[in-house]
């Protein structure tokens, strides 16, 4: 596990972690935008991908901490069973970036802190005056990011929805049966899981293969490295602090960062109000830190 300081209360460092996952998150939508653009199967670049950051990741555990490689086995059904939904999140996440670009697509993404609040209604979590009021400002920030009457593929827009509620259960999940055992332990069954489904359905399909470019093997190196392999670490370390409500939050942080990288990087551009829209999604992402 990682140590901090005697002066950082566990949630405070819950929050440090979840911070940092979602500056790690915010490369994943441009980074897959680019590579799903430059002709690779959404499957086969989730399989890549996840299967990079295993690999990564039971390579530290099993130097740093090798009893950490083994779950009991009721953790190791409901890891796989977390790793199951995040499957399903990954692929339809992925394939959305065909039709939406990067920033569309994660700013859809950021309903997800409504959808977390409305599963946890149902193990009896209070959905709060508070709650709302962070919830509204980010709705409002990205009905300005998308702008009125803006022309967006429907296709890709359920996409990104389907993502959002397969993970959020995936969140919870993680939450309620996974809390008590190591992240690092708890990340890698989930990789496994992911890169195992959405290879099945990558071969079901037909198992094409093309070669990818050396920049496109690079992209999909760094996304596993930074967007699968450090985030999901951070993530569930900070989930086991803060819990899943509060982490899910902060994803409209995550949400501002990917605009302004697809800004810098793939020149998509914003608008003034889109700018202010962006501000008041961060504006949410600070107000979820106070209880």
């Not at 919830?135 to 996409?159: C, E, K, R, S």
């Not at 993680?174 to 708890?186: E, F």
Request: hydrophobic fraction near 55%.
């Amino acid at each position: 596990m990682l140590r901090w300081p005697a002066s950082f209360s566990p949630n405070w460092t819950g929050w440090f972690l979840v911070v940092l996952a979602n500056v790690c998150f915010s490369v994943v939508s441009p980074i897959g935008r680019y590579v799903v653009s430059n002709g690779m199967d959404p499957a086969l670049f989730v399989v890549l991908r996840w299967s990079m950051a295993a690999l990564l990741l039971s390579g530290t555990v099993a130097v740093v901490e090798p009893q950490r490689l083994f779950m009991d086995q009721n953790g190791l059904r409901f890891a796989c069973l977390a790793g199951l939904f995040n499957s399903f999140s990954a692929l339809t996440f992925a394939s959305s970036l065909k039709y939406l670009d990067a920033s569309m697509a994660s700013m859809i993404y950021s309903a997800l802190p409504l959808a977390v609040l409305v599963l946890l209604r149902f193990r009896g979590e209070k959905f709060t005056y508070r709650n709302l009021v962070r919830i509204a400002i980010a709705v409002l920030g990205v009905y300005l990011l998308i702008g009125p009457g803006g022309d967006v593929p429907l296709i890709g827009v359920l996409l990104v929805l389907a993502a959002v509620v397969f993970f959020a259960v995936q969140l919870v999940l993680v939450q309620w049966y996974l809390r008590a055992y190591n992240p690092r332990t708890v990340a890698l069954y989930i990789m496994i899981m992911i890169a195992l489904v959405n290879g099945s359905w990558w071969w079901i399909q037909g198992s094409a293969w093309h070669m990818p470019s050396q920049q496109v093997w690079l992209a999909i190196g760094l996304l596993a490295l930074v967007g699968s392999y450090l985030s999901r670490i951070c993530y569930y370390g900070g989930i086991q602090r803060i819990g899943s409500g509060q982490a899910s939050m902060l994803s409209p942080l995550e949400t501002l960062l990917t605009v302004v990288w697809a800004t810098l990087f793939l020149q998509e551009r914003l608008s003034p109000v889109q700018w202010i829209g962006g501000a008041l999604i961060l504006l949410s992402a600070l107000l979820a830190i106070q209880r």
